[in-house]
């Protein structure tokens, strides 16, 4: 499995809404990716690791697909709209990265 993490990087003066972002934007992930988009996690970031530090990241949305291939073909359908979708809900430029699952001890 792989999945493709969406990372949006604290910046002084950012706006992040997260009520678009939960209830507008992310059911338009999913209902665009459709089956393909086997789950999808958000992470609110709350603090950094030293007592009193921000947290690096404002949000982190991790989609897991069953393959790279996968994540192409749904994503490059919708990419467009997905994308143009962003500027509603933050003024952040995210960073995506795609990761190879591993699970085990």
């Not at 950012?14 to 507008?24: I, K, L, P, S």
């Not at 603090?47 to 009193?52: D, F, K, L, Q, V």
């Amino acid at each position: 499995m792989i999945r493709m993490s969406v990372l949006y990087p604290r910046k002084e003066s950012a706006r992040f809404d997260w009520a678009y972002y939960t209830d507008t934007h992310l059911p338009l992930v999913r209902r665009k990716l459709g089956a393909t988009l086997i789950a999808l996690a958000i992470e609110q970031g709350i603090a950094g690791g030293a007592p009193g530090s921000p947290a690096a990241f404002v949000a982190i949305a991790n989609h897991t697909f069953e393959s790279v291939a996968a994540f192409q073909a749904a994503f490059k359908e919708h990419a467009q709209e997905l994308m143009a979708d962003i500027p509603n809900f933050t003024s952040i430029e995210p960073i995506i990265q795609l990761s190879e699952v591993k699970i085990g001890s």
